[in-house]
Nanobody, 125 residues
Framework: QVQLVESGGGLVQAGGSLRLSCAAS????????MGWFRQAPGKKREFVAA????????NSADSVKGRFTISRDNAKNTVYLQMNSLKPEDTAVYYC??????????????????WGQGTQVTVSS
């Protein structure tokens, strides 16, 4: 089993920044593709960004390109999401996810096997 715990969410004004962290435990973190998804009230969960085990490949949604950056530290079993230039439409619960089957960071929710409990990000206008 794999346990994922997100942190770093909170309330921020539009234009501000936050860094989310996701700490993994239970299995070999360095072999997983890691991803971030988000779900706004009344909407489906959507892909935000993902990163391969070696950090060589990343994938991100068009809506966050140029503003959000995903990274990982395998020595710390942690994946990060640096969020800059935040907008009110970024308000959502952000979830960390792990894929232990694939090598390339997928945008597909069903590709991920393990999920964290989520952390709330609220951006005020």
């Amino acid at each position: 089993q794999v346990q994922l715990v997100e942190s770093g969410g909170g309330l921020v004004q539009a234009g501000g920044s936050l860094r989310l962290s996701c700490a993994a435990s239970g299995r070999t973190f360095s072999s997983f593709v890691m991803g971030w998804f988000r779900q706004a009230p009344g909407k489906k969960r959507e892909f935000v960004a993902a990163i391969s085990w070696s950090s060589e490949a990343t994938n991100s949604a068009d809506s966050v390109k140029g503003r959000f950056t995903i990274s990982r530290d395998n020595a710390k079993n942690t994946v990060y999401l640096q969020m800059n230039s935040l907008k009110p439409e970024d308000t959502a619960v952000y979830y960390c996810a792990a894929d232990d089957d694939r090598k390339y960071p997928s945008r597909v929710e069903g590709a991920y096997d393990y999920w964290g409990q989520g952390t709330q990000v609220t951006v005020s206008s």
